[in-house]
């Protein structure tokens, strides 16, 4: 806890900020039906930003491989087509 | 230097950034990628190559997101200073580098995870975190997308 607060935070604020966290979370790591505790909530939240952080390093790896097959300009077309489309 | 009241994190919790919105970012990044792939196609190992485009990822997301978040603010200034410069700030420059010690290690954990959250009030802390995951998740949800298509025209020839 931070020795260092000029402002009380109410319990009411901290809970509203944590089910807002919990409804970010996908499905699957929602566990446990209801309000989850704090703890779990931010143990979730960690292994949620890391498991995004791989993906990202994943994704990138892949996509650094496909830029040098892929033809880039009729890729573009058929990316942006997709995104449009999502 | 970047003190908000809780009146203002409120205010920001429901107001959507009008530069977030998937296209906007989706544009900033194809043009990110244009650009790694512009700067020596056959020079580079793909590691490299993909070293430039995870940062290109993080610094779109981060600039799309504004300056509005502490998150991006503090994404930008670590990608922006690249190392290897040898070029030291000013001794005038006084950061604000006051990190929490928290007794909590799940919220020590989250302070190291999103960008910036060393030095912020747990109530911010919890704030920044969401928005950060929301934007986090966009972005991969965005890359898988391209992956996806790409490798489908790939496939196609």
Redesign the interface.
Known sequence: ?????N?V?SEE??NE??S??QS??PETRRRGAGRASA?KL??E??N???S??R???D??????????????N???A???????R? | MYRRSFKDTKSSLGSPNPNFSKPMVALRFLRALSLVRCSGPGARSPSYRARGIRRAAYACMAASAGPRRAWSRALLRKIRRRPGRGLRRPRAVIRRRRPVGGGDPLEVALRRLVPGGGCMEYCRLLEEAADYVKCLAMQVRLMQTIVDSASHVNSID
């Open positions: 806890m931070s020795s260092r607060r402002r935070v604020e901290i900020l944590i807002k966290l970010l979370l703890a931010l143990k939240t960690c949620y930003i890391r995004l952080n993906e990202v390093d994704l990138s790896d892949r996509l650094s491989a496909l830029m040098e097959t892929v033809d880039t009729s890729a573009e058929e990316i942006i087509r997709s995104l449009l999502s």
